[in-house]
């Protein structure tokens, strides 16, 4: 049953100020709950020991802290756990949990499917379904926060690399990423939009956001990158190349550049210094990501020498280009395999077309 209720996931602290004025409460006392849900990510009124129990019963009639249902939970040998997630209206949204020495990272999805239809996309047959609202994608960050908590860690970093194109769904992911940092603290630095690519919000992005960008590129030929990412008819590199170095230039930000390696298809010396020629006018640097394969999918890994070829000569022109290799391969390790694997669960869709997705990060 579809919930009323605001969530507490997307309230803001202002916005719980504001709820504890209403009801009368001391000023100390909102600043004890931004306390406990903000610095300390509790999302239970049970474990806030210094709150009333009055008070407690208010939280808990005015808001809604319900966790998205956890269907599935893949735990792989690298640190990744990988999150099938049952939203209130059923759909199947992905989540992963990346850990690292001195940090963790949380990959979220910002839509159910997507409408960018990549060649190489493994959720392709899903269609798209629909937006996720902001408390949809601020409930997988509170629900990774509650998994590592106990762990004595919290997520420090958060990549809009899952599911869906993140600039088609540009309010709520704006509203998300800026409460994980005008909220919860986490440094702008460490929260990413990967996108695609649609010019006209990357226009305004830099407006709107303090947050990271990073742009899967995957292949610097028109006709190549069309073929891969039929985005690109209709913004093509040409455009997308002026919105990002307006976007560099109102910024200052040094530019991220996703490139997924694709044997015999992208990897090869004149991809190579395609990719050269437009990088030129941009501080950049470009994460080479070999590309998993996919069950369904033509495509394939290249070889670890053509890895290291390519790589080289970027890097030679002065590029930084490591490779990143995805965490979580032996779960399914690609967002939107395990829905993919569960499309069967999903409720069809008027609007259903093809879906986008990327790697699993390792960022």
């Not at 159910?112 to 409930?139: D, H, P, W, Y």
Request: charged share 25%.
């Amino acid at each position: 049953m579809l919930s009323l209720k605001k969530s507490i996931f997307e309230t803001t602290p202002e916005e719980l100020s504001a709820w504890s004025t209403a009801k009368g409460l001391a000023k100390f006392r909102a600043a004890q709950l931004n306390q406990w849900i903000f610095t300390n990510k509790v999302y239970s009124t049970e474990e806030m020991s210094n709150i009333p129990k009055e008070v407690k019963q208010d939280l808990n009639s005015d808001f809604d802290w319900q966790f998205p249902e956890i269907t599935s939970r893949l735990e792989a040998n690298d640190g990744a756990t990988k999150l099938l997630l049952k939203s209130e209206k059923g759909h199947l949204i992905e989540s992963v949990i990346l850990r690292y020495e001195n940090r963790i990272s949380l990959c979220v999805s910002s839509q159910v499917g997507c409408k960018m239809a990549c060649s190489f996309c493994q959720t392709g047959k899903l269609g798209f379904f629909r937006n996720l609202s902001a408390a949809e994608i601020m409930a997988q960050f509170a629900l990774a926060q509650s998994i590592v908590k106990p762990e004595g860690r919290f997520v420090t970093h958060v990549v809009f690399m899952g599911m869906g194109e993140p600039l088609d769904n540009y309010d709520n992911v704006i509203k998300s990423v800026n409460l994980m940092i005008d909220g919860y603290g986490l440094n702008p630095k460490n929260v990413t939009i990967s996108t695609s690519g649609i010019v006209p919000k990357l226009l305004t992005l830099a407006d709107d956001t303090k947050a990271s960008l990073a742009v899967s590129l995957h292949a610097a030929r028109e006709d190549l990158r069309t073929e891969l990412m039929p985005i690109n008819r209709k913004y093509p590199l040409s455009e997308l190349k002026e919105a990002l170095l307006h976007y560099q230039a109102k910024t200052g930000r040094r530019m991220t550049f996703e490139y997924i390696l694709i044997k015999d298809k992208n990897t090869s010396l004149k991809e190579a210094k395609e990719l050269i020629k437009f990088l030129h006018g941009f501080r950049a640097k470009v994460n080479l990501i070999p590309f998993n394969h996919h069950p369904g999918l033509e495509y394939d890994k290249p070889f670890e020498e053509t890895i290291r070829t390519f790589q080289k000569y970027i890097s030679d022109r002065s590029y930084p280009a490591p490779v990143r290799y995805s965490k979580g391969l032996e779960v399914s390790g690609a967002c939107g395999q395990l829905a993919a694997k569960n499309m069967d669960s999903l409720e069809a869709s008027p609007t259903r077309g093809a879906a986008y997705e990327r790697p699993t990060p390792s960022l």
